[in-house]
């Protein structure tokens, strides 16, 4: 079910063990080839999915748009809240949900930049809340949820998700053909860090002048509809396990 369509005592009457699913993403560029609402349109149809999926047994509130992407701000289009002010505005959405008596909270990622905010957040709200132990905090980024054997059976390219890519190239033709600009002739990008394992800080204009990363060239409609399938059941196997915890142990 939806928050946004419900009336207040609606709310208060549901049972509080309900998951409350925050789904949150980004408006940034993604190549010369795809809107920049890119992330939150991705977003957008896997938590249509799972809320036909889950009817009342999951509430999902509206997609949070604006996300942490100062990384991409050298490419006109982009709106990026800064990450500190994001970690607070997360913290402050997980601190509503919890003053109306909610304790399973998710918030459903779509956008690489909020991983690292998203998790900050999350954990600031568990210790402010260190002594309850009805609470279950959870932060997921769709791609990472999904089975990767699953993953490496739809026949794609690339072995991972980057950006503006093979992966979210697909999604977007399968969900919009006429949002996608023509692919056909757009170079590969590829990640390289000279200095892995370590983490290296970047900037999108490091890695790439025209802001995809991947191989968008591969990407097909047929693809979209696969790896939309595969997302949607892998956040889904999450709402599940939040529907099935004990409330009480960390083992679940
Ligand atoms: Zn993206």
């Not at 208060?12 to 980004?26: C, G, M, N, R």
């Not at 696969?226 to 915890?245: C, K, N, P, Q, S």
Request: proline share 6%.
């Amino acid at each position: 079910m939806q928050l946004a369509e419900l009336k207040w005592p609606e709310v208060e009457a549901l049972p509080k063990q309900t998951p409350i699913v925050f789904p949150i993403a980004a408006l940034e560029q993604h190549g010369r080839h795809l809107p920049v609402f890119t992330d939150s349109l991705l977003t957008t149809e896997i938590v249509r999915r799972l809320s036909e999926r889950f009817r009342s047994d999951a509430l999902f509130a509206p997609l949070l748009w604006l996300g942490n992407s100062d990384h991409h701000l050298d490419f006109p289009g982009t709106l990026s809240v800064p990450p500190r002010t994001y970690i607070d505005l997360l913290g402050g959405l997980a601190e509503n949900a919890i003053a109306h008596g909610f304790r399973r909270i998710f918030f459903l990622n779509g956008h690489g930049g909020n991983e690292v905010p998203g998790r900050q957040a999350l954990f600031e709200v568990r210790q402010r809340h260190r002594d309850r132990r009805d609470l279950l905090l959870l932060f997921g980024t769709y791609w990472n949820l999904v089975d990767k054997m699953r993953l490496s059976q739809l026949g794609l390219t690339q072995t991972s998700l980057n950006h503006a890519c093979e992966y979210e190239t697909s999604m977007v033709l399968h969900l919009n053909s006429k949002l996608v600009a023509e692919t056909c002739s757009i170079a590969p990008v590829h990640y390289g860090n000279p200095f892995e394992p370590a983490h290296r800080a970047f900037t999108t204009k490091d890695i790439s002048a025209p802001g995809h990363v991947g191989i968008p060239s591969e990407a097909t409609v047929a693809k979209g509809a696969a790896l939309f399938e595969a997302f949607t059941d892998g956040a889904a196997d999450i709402i599940r396990r939040m529907i099935a915890w004990n409330g009480t142990d960390w083992s679940g």
